[in-house]
Structure formats: structure tokens, C-alpha cells
């Protein structure tokens, strides 16, 4: 009996021991207890399986019509999260919805959420697309056609095959 409460194994002996009755208690109670079955709905009983209608020879069945396929959806026209869906421009004026953001077929949109110091090291935070890139030094490659230039405290220069262009914290192109 000391050896199993003793070395490595001791812990998982220890618990056992007190989890054991804990378990046991649980149970005999649950056992005992019966629980309230008079309060729940009698099950209800199916008399007779349904039987299935065969069309004799000859019949015609109505035609069903298929609802046509809904078009696909073009991500570039879906509404921006984080703009707000009304905003009210002055007191008593109507209220100015958010413009979606059109991105050209084949383009992608880029944007800078924003540009943070870790330790000695400027980082930025961008999107492409629908995804989200994080923790970007100069010079890292951003979903393989991006490239980080420079980073200073708001403001970052990336390139684009071959082309330059500059985004704030909180902008977006498409590219």
C-alpha cells in the first residue's frame, strides 16, 4: 500500500481515493432519488408506420417545382463590420448610412488597422482580403504579392508588383 501512495504515482492515488466515494455518493443518490418522471409528458405512440403511395400505371404525378439557385454572393459588396449601420450626421438630419466599399473584380482590399511599438520594434496589423495579418516588420511579405517598405508612428509604405503605396492607420485601397 506505500508504494502506491508513494513516487510519481502519488497524486493520482490521492485523488482516486477521495473521487472514489465522491463518485460512488453521486450514485447511490441519483439512484435513490428517482427523479421526477411523473412530471414529464407521456411519449407519444405511433399506432401504425405511414405507408407510402405508389401511383398506379399509367398516373401522372403533379410536376414540383425546384426553386433556381441563389447567385453567388460577391464578397467586395458586403457591408463593412465596423462601420455602423446608421450614423446621424446633425440633430433632426436623416440619418447617413455607410457606403460598402467597392473592390473591382480580381482586386483585393488592403487595409492598416494599425501600427504598434513592441519592445524596440515598429509592427503593423493589416488586412487582405478577408483575413487578418499580424505582427509585420519591414520588410515581411504579406500574403505573397504584398511587402511591408517602411513603418513609422501612423503611417506605412508597402509595395504592390512593383508600385509603391503609402496607407494610414484605419485606410484602405484596393490592389
Known amino acids: ?16 481515493v ?3 466515494p465522491v463518485i460512488v455518493a453521486l450514485l447511490v443518490f441519483r439512484l435513490f432519488a ?6 414529464l409528458p407521456p411519449l407519444p405512440v405511433d399506432p401504425a408506420p405511414p405507408t407510402a403511395a405508389v401511383p398506379a ?4 404525378l403533379p410536376a414540383t417545382s425546384v426553386p433556381p439557385p441563389s447567385p453567388p454572393v460577391d464578397p467586395a459588396l ?5 462601420c455602423p449601420l446608421a450614423v446621424a ?3 433632426g438630419a436623416a440619418p447617413v448610412g455607410c457606403r460598402p466599399r467597392i473592390v473591382p ?15 524596440d520594434v515598429r509592427l503593423a496589423r493589416m488586412n487582405v482580403g478577408q483575413f487578418t495579418f499580424a505582427n509585420l516588420h519591414v520588410g515581411d511579405a504579406v500574403a505573397g ?21 503609402s496607407l494610414c492607420e484605419g485606410e484602405h485601397v484596393s490592389k
Open 1 to 16: 500500500m506505500r508504494k502506491l501512495f508513494a513516487g510519481e504515482n502519488r497524486r493520482a492515488a490521492i485523488m482516486g
Open 18 to 20: 477521495v473521487a472514489a
Open 34 to 39: 428517482g427523479g421526477d418522471s411523473a412530471a
Open 57 to 60: 400505371a399509367g398516373v401522372a
Open 78 to 82: 458586403l457591408r463593412d463590420p465596423f
Open 89 to 91: 450626421a446633425a440633430p
Open 105 to 119: 473584380t480580381g482586386a483585393q482590399d488592403i487595409g492598416l488597422q494599425d501600427i504598434f511599438m513592441e519592445g
Open 145 to 165: 504579392s504584398f511587402r511591408v517598405v517602411t513603418l513609422s508612428e501612423r503611417c506605412g509604405d508597402f509595395e504592390f508588383a512593383g508600385s509603391l503605396f
